[in-house]
């Protein structure tokens, strides 16, 4: 069974090497927050806090975001399968039926859950409840969310029934392993509304676009540890038959 600093150890370096194997699908998530941070500095963002504070919620801003939250998740479905075939790259890259189709359906729900939290429930109690049930929920059903682009179905039900009993891990361990490129990632982008002259912004935008980026794949790598740490998935390989969650191996 996985531990946790074995498993945060992995999720970071294994992340590194799926962007070093298949860069282009690395990079999508990071182009999705540079274009994001371009439409962020043409409505003035960056200028200083009030700027930053009456951009907050510009509808351009908005919808970048909600691209870009689709962009994120984009890459699970060759990273899933890397990890899952053990880096076999021609697996990873191939558009197979019908793990193209559920990994679609993945993705739909999280579009509609990004445009749920954009859109409709944007502040008070509903927005504070929604937030807390994301939290609990999504780690519940990531055996659903790992095994479609890997062309099995395993219902949410299913899936909160076998997680159930990993449930603590299951919610923080994503949390933890994020967090470090979470600091950096908010560094960066509160740093570019203080630093002075375009320029020296637009550096550590597009460093924050490449930390973005590192930190989606870290994201994903995560639901995979917590998805195969109850058992492992079918058709796992021998090696993570023999003990779920061995990406931290």
């Not at 990994?103 to 008070?124: C, P």
Request: net charge positive.
């Amino acid at each position: 069974m996985t531990t946790f600093l074995p498993a945060f150890r992995a999720v970071h370096t294994r992340s590194l090497a799926f962007a070093a194997a298949l860069p282009f699908a690395a990079a999508v998530p990071l182009v999705a927050e540079f274009v994001q941070h371009v439409v962020e500095m043409r409505v003035g963002m960056y200028a200083g806090v009030e700027a930053a504070q009456l951009a907050e919620n510009d509808p351009d801003r908005i919808l970048a975001g909600f691209f870009k939250t689709i962009a994120l998740g984009l890459p699970a479905y060759f990273l899933i399968r890397w990890l899952h075939s053990e880096g076999d790259r021609g697996f990873a890259v191939r558009l197979e039926k019908p793990a193209s189709a559920l990994f679609g359906l993945v993705i739909g729900l999280q579009a509609l859950f990004a445009w749920l939290g954009l859109y409709v429930w944007t502040g008070g109690p509903i927005a504070i409840g929604f937030f807390v049930f994301g939290l609990i929920f999504m780690p519940l059903i990531v055996r659903f969310v790992v095994a479609a682009p890997l062309g099995m179905l395993i219902s949410p039900l299913q899936s909160i029934r076998v997680m159930a009993r990993d449930a603590v891990f299951a919610i923080l361990f994503p949390l933890a392993a994020m967090l470090p490129l979470m600091a950096v990632h908010y560094a960066l982008g509160i740093g570019a509304i203080f630093v002075a002259g375009d320029a020296t912004k637009w550096v550590m935008l597009g460093l924050d676009s490449v930390v973005t980026a590192w930190l989606a794949l870290v994201m994903i790598c995560a639901q995979y540890v917590i998805a195969t740490r109850p058992a492992p998935l079918p058709g796992a390989p021998q090696r993570q038959r023999a003990a779920a969650g061995t990406i931290a191996e």
